[in-house]
Nanobody
Framework: QVQLVESGGGLVQAGGSLRLACAAS????????MGWFRQAPGKEREFVAA????????DYVDSVKGRFTISRDNAKNTVYLQMNSLKPEDTAVYYC???????????????????WGQGTQVTVSS
């Protein structure tokens, strides 16, 4: 079992940056593949970024490639999402998620994850 707590959300102007953090407790997050998803009002939850358990393999939705970076610090049991050049369309509640599985795989759909955080609001003003 693992518990996830997101932090770092807030209000930022377009073009600005935020860094989200997802702290895991209960088990070290090196045992889990991790992902970030987001959900805007009236829309389905959308994949944003993912990182494998080991080897640092990552994937991103096309709309954030070159602007967002996912990383992990296993010693701190934390995964990060660095978000640069933010746009109003990035506004959403951001969730982190975790699951076990292959050491080298990342996962990009919500149904593949077992554990979820409570979410953190990101609002980008124009």
């Amino acid at each position: 079992q693992v518990q996830l707590v997101e932090s770092g959300g807030g209000l930022v102007q377009a073009g600005g940056s935020l860094r989200l953090a997802c702290a895991a407790s209960g088990r070290t997050n090196s045992r889990y593949a991790m992902g970030w998803f987001r959900q805007a009002p009236g829309k389905e939850r959308e994949f944003v970024a993912a990182i494998s358990r080991n080897f640092g393999r990552t994937d991103y939705v096309d709309s954030v490639k070159g602007r967002f970076t996912i990383s992990r610090d296993n010693a701190k049991n934390t995964v990060y999402l660095q978000m640069n050049s933010l746009k109003p369309e990035d506004t959403a509640v951001y969730y982190c998620a975790a699951r076990g599985g292959s050491y080298s795989r990342y996962y990009t759909t919500p149904s593949e994850y077992n554990y979820w955080g409570q979410g953190t609001q990101v609002t980008v003003s124009s």
